[in-house]
């Protein structure tokens, strides 16, 4: 049997033991909220299927998934936006933006895809709402549009990246990435339920705490110097460091994407209530650490 194929049902095993104790403990517990728990879990299945189709066919079935999902948090993220007529042009141009920004990550061109959303799509983006559609609300749809493409494109398609940067090392890097930001999320989240008695930002998220963050910190740096070997080429004071870095990222991806979704759903609770097992919810720390990660590794290590 292949490392790789090793690995996936390695992983896969430790996934059924997590599904299973998450639905015993519900039953245990029916008066705690553990959905967004069940959300993350979802996410874990979704990126595991992604690193099957990764390591059991080719990079290119993994650049599509990944492609589209980005494709679908970019869809929610501008569902929360209070639009007028003369924005959907604007839309359309930003969706135009995603195979692009993909098509730079095919034929491995890094200079294009690490300025073409920051810098050409900066400056083109605000055309469309320019030509012919008055000056009312410009600012707030040009800049509210860029966000969601930093965020839920540019942010995101680092994950796509990897295994066309490195072959070698891509799929265990991506794994290594996406275990370790969920991990701090779900630490942080139960640690925040249980222990958690100072919110940090009470009138966004009432589950993030300064006690849910030491945990999460201490939790996520604990597991790179543990699955560092089996994933990566990293020594363990580089697994140390990088495991603090993505703890970080991952806690202001997820305060950033929380305070952003309370601005644009004010007045709308039904709507805030639904997003909370959206795909934002589930990549809202991704779009953070992905772009950290790889721009550390890339610094550091010349197989990037």
Not at 24 to 46: M, N
Not at 79 to 105: C, E, G, H, N, V
Not at 117 to 141: A, D, E
């Amino acid at each position: 049997m292949s490392g790789s194929a090793f690995t996936l049902i390695l992983i896969f095993a430790a996934m059924l033991v997590i599904q299973l104790v998450y639905i015993v403990i519900g039953k245990l517990q029916p008066d705690k909220d553990y959905r967004v728990i069940g959300a993350r879990i979802k996410t874990w299945w979704g990126m595991f299927f992604i690193f099957c189709l990764a390591t059991l066919f080719n990079q290119i079935v993994s650049l599509l998934s990944l492609m589209v999902l980005t494709f679908f948090a970019l869809k929610e993220y501008y569902s929360m936006i209070r639009t007028r007529k003369a924005d959907r042009r604007l839309f359309l141009w930003s969706y135009l933006a995603i195979p692009l920004q993909f098509y730079w990550i095919y034929i491995g061109w890094y200079g294009m895809f690490i300025v073409f959303i920051p810098i050409y799509v900066f400056l083109l983006l605000p055309l469309p709402r320019l030509i012919n559609k008055g000056t009312g609300g410009f600012l707030r749809s040009v800049s509210s549009t860029q966000w969601g493409l930093m965020l839920m494109v540019f942010g995101l398609s680092h994950l796509a990246y990897f295994p066309f940067a490195t072959p070698q090392y891509g799929g265990g890097l991506v794994l290594f990435l996406v275990v370790l930001t969920q991990l701090n999320d779900v630490v942080h989240y139960v640690a925040s339920m249980y222990i958690g008695k100072r919110r940090i930002v009470p009138t966004s998220n009432p589950h993030i705490t300064w006690e849910g963050f030491a945990c999460a910190f201490v939790a996520t740096i604990l597991a790179s110097y543990f699955i560092h070997p089996y994933l990566t080429p990293f020594g363990w004071e580089f697994a140390l460091i990088i495991g603090a870095l993505i703890s970080l990222a991952g806690f202001f991806g997820s305060l950033t994407l929380s305070v952003l979704k309370r601005d644009l759903l004010i007045g709308d609770s039904d709507r805030a209530e639904a997003l909370k097992e959206s795909y934002l919810s589930r990549v809202d720390s991704l779009t953070y650490t992905a772009p950290v990660f790889f721009h550390v590794v890339r610094y550091f290590f010349d197989f990037m």
